[in-house]
């Protein structure tokens, strides 16, 4: 079984300042491991996905994230957040054997202050 | 590319009545979907996942009998909510995958917001 810890429920950061989300997740296999952002009221964005090879990923709109395998960690990050950054950011793991299912955090809302 | 198309974005109706929640996948075929709920400011509930031409597996705690998964093609997988109380209202989303691979990435359609009166 597989889990997902994001124990941010909330940052508050101000316009231009650097930001990390965390995330660690808990697996009896080896898992792939995702980031999501979500705007009020849709569906869910990819914002950038860990498959394999080197550990730090980049994604879209700035947004980067490092694999950390010892301490079960996908950390997200970005340099310099915008007002438009403002919105819910969810951890996704999913397991590379066995029962195909996709389990996600319990997300963080990310606000910026101007 | 990857667009998914659910409708209706929201929807009242009336309790004991059954609502049907459409996901489409408009330019991929979906081999696998995945429909969850999500409640206020929390994470999304895996309910169930549904393969083409076959039933689909729900999550333990959700009642099969009253969300009725179908799948029956590549490109529509439909919920249904039967005989919908009060409790049933939430926000729900559906996701496919375009490729039958384990590293694929989700695509999301924008969630149906279900309230029950």
């Known amino acids: 079984a597989q889990s997902v810890t994001q124990l941010d429920s909330q940052v508050p950061v101000f316009e231009e300042a650097p930001v990390e989300l965390r995330c660690n997740y808990s697996?009896?296999?080896?898992?792939?491991l995702f980031w999501y952002v979500q705007y009020p009221n849709q569906g869910l964005q990819l914002l950038l996905k860990?498959?394999?090879?080197?550990?730090l990923v980049k994604g879209i709109n700035g947004f980067e994230a490092e694999f950390n395998k010892s301490q079960t960690s996908f950390h997200l990050r970005k340099p310099s957040v915008h007002i438009s950054d403002t919105a819910e950011y969810f951890c996704?793991?999913?397991?590379?054997?066995?029962?195909?299912?996709?389990?996600f955090g319990t997300g963080t809302r990310l606000k910026v202050l101007a | 590319g990857a667009v998914v198309s659910q409708h209706p974005s929201w929807v009242i109706c009336k309790s004991g009545t059954s609502v049907k929640i459409e996901c489409r996948s408009l330019?991929?075929?979906?081999?696998?979907m995945f429909w969850y709920r999500q409640f206020p400011k929390q994470s999304l509930m895996l309910m169930a996942t549904?393969?083409?031409?076959?039933?689909?597996?729900?999550e333990q705690g959700v009642e099969k009998d009253k969300f009725l998964i179908n799948h029956a093609s590549l490109t529509l997988s439909t919920l249904t909510v039967t005989s919908a109380h009060p409790e049933d209202s939430s926000f729900y989303i559906c996701?496919?995958?375009?490729?039958?691979?384990?590293?694929?990435?989700?695509?999301f359609g924008n969630g149906t917001r279900l309230t029950v009166t």
């Open positions: 996704a793991v999913s397991s590379r054997s066995g029962t195909y299912k996709y389990i």
């Open positions: 697996s009896s296999v080896s898992v792939y």
């Open positions: 860990y498959l394999s090879g080197s550990t």
């Open positions: 996701s496919a995958t375009s490729r039958d691979s384990r590293g694929s990435p989700l695509h």
């Open positions: 549904s393969n083409e031409g076959s039933k689909a597996t729900y």
């Open positions: 330019d991929f075929q979906a081999t696998t």
